[in-house]
């Protein structure tokens, strides 16, 4: 089998109420990879809020396109190590490992729809059945809001539900979470995140403020460039720090492990080097004993969890129209089914390009 084309496009795709106060829109990078035996794959990169995104299609067009160009799909391994040493001088972060990942998710899809299966069980899966939590809450929305999104996810059987802390007054924080955990009852255990903006120290006294509330986990606190900051905050609170949707490759997941500086890793399949490197994220974390709960792109990320023991939960974050995917995986007794699809399952619905094409 040969690759005969790779097609990009951006589609930018309107957010609904209430994460519309938030974001306007978010963007998919697509790439439709196309095989002179009629199989065609989709890869594609969610890029949240949309920055970037034509800076992704433009490297993934002008530097990884040419490398996959006539060759053999299902030599995923092989592709993926030579679009990651493309160009030596650029590391495969931020927009390259975007465009990157789109693409391995693309010949991964390929590979599971000429070998009939869905790719967890490619893989050698675990379940079928994925736990997934609610995931929202963010500054903008009103304390309203906020209990009205949480509220969704557990009408929707979701036992976990994740917030934003961003004020700067922990005290603040702390009262945004107990409406939510008031509101919700003793059913759903809840988990914050501070999205990188606090210090070791604000961490620490931020973390203090929450301690008694039995939260699941403690995400992002520091800048993700900075994994000792991140191991000790982790050190120092009460609370288990999740972390990783904004770290890359394995190598820096390894550091992650070493340094003891998360107890959930959440690898982003559309950031940290597509399914290929995810996985390889998943068994090392597995040999640690840290457990994963990847970000973002549930829709994907269930293949993922589906095929790791170590896997824990996907991401809720119901945004996407009906219009976008020809079926989106559905959210039952706060579980989600992995696709039985072959490939990762995933379609563009009718029409969803011409309607959300931006670029
Ligand atoms: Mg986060």
Aim: glycine share 8%.
């Amino acid at each position: 089998m040969k690759i005969i084309s790779v097609d990009s496009f951006v589609l930018t795709v309107p957010l609904p109420k209430p994460m519309a106060l938030q974001w306007q829109h978010h963007k998919l990078v697509v790439a439709e990879i196309a095989t002179d035996e009629g199989i065609r794959g989709l890869g594609y990169s969610l890029v949240f809020g949309g920055g970037g995104a034509e800076a992704v299609q433009v490297y993934l067009d002008t530097r990884l396109k040419p490398v996959l160009l006539g060759e053999d799909p299902l030599l995923v391994e092989r592709l993926w190590e030579r679009m990651f040493r493309a160009d030596m001088g650029i590391k495969k972060q931020g927009v390259a490992a975007y465009a990157l990942s789109a693409l391995d998710i693309g010949l991964w899809d390929i590979t599971g729809k000429a070998a009939g299966l869905p790719l967890y069980k490619l893989w050698g899966a675990v379940s079928d059945r994925i736990p997934a939590y609610g995931s929202g809450g963010w500054s903008k929305y009103s304390e309203r809001e906020l209990v009205a999104e949480a509220q969704k996810y557990a009408a929707l059987g979701c036992k976990y539900y994740k917030m934003k802390i961003h004020h700067s007054d922990p005290r603040e924080n702390r009262k945004r979470v107990e409406a939510v955990r008031r509101a919700l009852g003793e059913g759903v255990r809840m988990m914050v995140d501070v999205n990188q903006r606090l210090d070791v120290l604000a961490n620490i006294r931020q973390a203090q403020a929450l301690e008694d509330l039995d939260l699941a986990w403690y995400e992002e606190p520091v800048l993700a460039d900075d994994i000792a900051a991140c191991a000790e905050v982790a050190h120092a609170i009460k609370i288990p720090v999740a972390t990783g949707e904004n770290n890359y490759t394995r190598f820096e997941f390894r550091e992650l492990i070493e340094r003891r500086a998360a107890r959930y890793l959440m690898p982003d399949v559309c950031r940290a080097l597509g399914f290929s490197e995810t996985l390889r994220i998943g068994h090392l974390a597995a040999a640690h004993q840290v457990a994963v709960a990847p970000h973002v792109v549930h829709e994907l990320s269930l293949q993922v969890v589906g095929a790791l023991s170590n896997g824990f939960l996907v991401e809720f974050i119901d945004w996407t129209p009906p219009d976008l995917f020809e079926e989106m995986p559905e959210c039952k007794d706060g579980c989600f089914r992995v696709p039985e699809r072959p490939g990762h399952g995933m379609a563009l619905a009718k029409g969803a390009k011409e309607r959300y094409r931006s670029g």
